[in-house]
């Protein structure tokens, strides 16, 4: 499927019909801008406007799709098939794209808008920026963090992980100079968020390789958070002088393998089952 050829097939059967832009866009509900991009291939029609635009111009939705009028009815019908099919996944894709695009800048708007009301607020009560410059630092490091992600879905998850991997340290550093004095910020934040990264990338690349075994790489996952929760523990006891373990890190550790075993077990019944579906 090509939109240009689309586009200069639906501008010859307009012409043809002796209908303007403003004339097919009038009889679809839609704006003469809408029909001048498909004529310049610049966009498609939408997929429910298919079957309206192909009556109007005295075409088949097939012949629309191929961009030709069939000499036979029955002519390339399994290729029209496959090009409604394409049209639609495209469509689709589209639309999706379209939808995060705008869920980003309202993200960014809004995250900005929250700076803007700290910044005036700040100075409006102290003269200066003080106090403000903490959720400042923390909200653009969070945009780093979640624009990935609301932009690119489920593709975007590598580069929220970078900007992790990234900016923790300097955020961190920043937070450690604006608290000034002896601050524990940077003993226990380099010391805990290092093996958490590591974390984070290896539960990325374990739900990347079972992607078709979703309870065995959640099993996994708990599995590895026991160090992880062992190791974050050890460097707070060590840094702030408190028990290695309680009572709560005892039921957690123990939460965290239950829901591992459980996982495991599901993984293992479903694909016993497998072979007999």
Not at 7 to 23: H, P, S, V, Y
Not at 107 to 115: D, K, T, V
Not at 183 to 190: K, R, S
Not at 236 to 250: E, G, M, R
Request: glycine share 4%; with cysteine.
């Amino acid at each position: 499927m090509n939109e240009n050829s689309i586009g200069q097939f639906i501008a010859e059967l307009r012409k043809e019909k002796n209908m303007t832009q403003k004339d097919l866009a009038g009889q679809l509900h839609i704006t003469d801008k809408a029909v001048s991009k498909w004529e310049r291939g610049l966009s498609c029609p939408d997929i429910s406007l298919l079957s309206p635009l192909a009556d109007i111009l005295g075409i088949t939705v097939s012949e629309l799709l191929n961009a030709k009028k069939n000499e036979t009815p029955s002519q390339d019908v399994l290729e029209s098939v496959d090009h409604a099919l394409n049209y639609a996944e495209k469509s689709s894709k589209k639309s999706i794209a379209s939808f995060r695009h705008i869920l980003t800048i309202s993200f960014s708007a809004l995250l900005l808008l929250g700076i803007l009301v700290c910044v005036i607020c700040n100075v409006a009560i102290s003269g200066a920026l003080t106090w403000s410059w903490y959720p400042v630092s923390s909200i653009l490091f969070a945009w780093l963090i979640c624009v990935p992600i609301i932009k690119y879905g489920m593709k975007g998850i590598p580069g929220s992980l970078i900007a992790i991997s990234v900016f923790i340290l300097p955020f961190l550093a920043i937070l450690s100079r604006l608290v000034g004095g002896n601050n524990l910020i940077m003993p226990i934040g380099t010391k805990t968020s290092l093996p958490s990264i590591v974390y984070l990338w290896c539960i990325y690349f374990i739900f990347k390789k079972l992607a078709l075994r979703k309870q065995l790489a959640a099993a996994v996952s708990f599995l590895l958070a026991i160090p992880l929760h062992l190791i974050i523990n050890f460097v707070l006891a060590d840094i702030l002088s408190i028990p290695f373990l309680d009572v709560w890190d005892l039921l957690s550790l123990s939460g965290m393998l239950l829901c591992a075993i459980i996982l495991f077990l599901t993984d293992h019944i479903i694909s016993l089952r497998k072979p007999a579906s």
